[in-house]
């Protein structure tokens, strides 16, 4: 049947017509909730207090049974041999990705200017070919490119190391 509906109750003067919850009150709900946030939070916090206590203590003063302890006397020394040994690899990294990035958009966006406001015959088939390697594995042409990069001379240099990033980076 397609009968008419049954006429709804008209709600109370106070708003609309609300069941009354069952159960905890709201805010022992919320006060659970908060107590379980709090326990994941510190669950979570633990490898970084782990952490910061270990790289505050003596290196002969870090044991098993003293571990999750605070250090007694704070030494700063491991920081600055980390960042000694850190800073020559971060130079390396600067070097190596501003470098790359530099090459691979200067040269890309020289092969865009030219394919796109000097018209020369054959520029449709070279922008295939230049399509067409961008579907190539860069796994493939990996063994050929150590191979140049070793005849070179620039096998083991941060030169090397550019090159084939700019390379790729194209």
């Known amino acids: 049947g397609g009968g008419p509906l049954p006429a709804q109750p008209a709600p109370a003067r106070?708003?609309?017509v609300t069941a009354?919850?069952?159960?905890a009150p709201?805010?022992?709900?919320?006060?659970?909730?908060?107590a379980a946030l709090l326990l994941a939070v510190g669950f979570f916090l633990l490898p970084v207090y782990m952490m910061v206590v270990t790289a505050l203590k003596d290196p002969a003063a870090i044991e098993l049974s003293t571990a999750w302890r605070p250090p007694a006397a704070w030494s700063w020394d491991g920081f600055a041999q980390a960042w000694t040994a850190f800073?020559?690899?971060?130079?390396?990294s600067l070097v190596l990705t501003v470098s790359a990035s530099a090459?691979?958009?200067?040269i890309g966006s020289l092969n865009g200017y030219?394919?796109?406001?000097?018209?020369?015959?054959?520029?449709?088939?070279?922008?295939a070919f230049i399509l067409f390697g961008m579907f190539i594995p860069y796994q493939?042409?990996?063994i050929p490119l150590f191979g140049f990069v070793k005849a070179i001379g620039l096998y083991g240099s941060i030169w090397g190391l550019?090159?084939?990033h700019t390379v790729y980076g194209l």
Do not use: Y
């Not at 709201?26 to 908060?34: C, D, G, I, S, V």
């Not at 800073?87 to 390396?92: C, D, E, F, I, S």
């Open 14 to 16: 106070g708003g609309p």
């Open 26 to 34: 709201r805010w022992a709900w919320r006060w659970l909730l908060h």
């Open 140 to 142: 493939a042409i990996l």
């Open 162 to 164: 550019v090159l084939v």
């Open 20 to 23: 009354r919850r069952r159960g």
């Open 103 to 106: 090459a691979s958009a200067l």
């Open 87 to 92: 800073l020559p690899k971060l130079k390396n």
């Open 114 to 127: 030219a394919f796109a406001k000097w018209p020369f015959p054959g520029a449709r088939v070279a922008f």
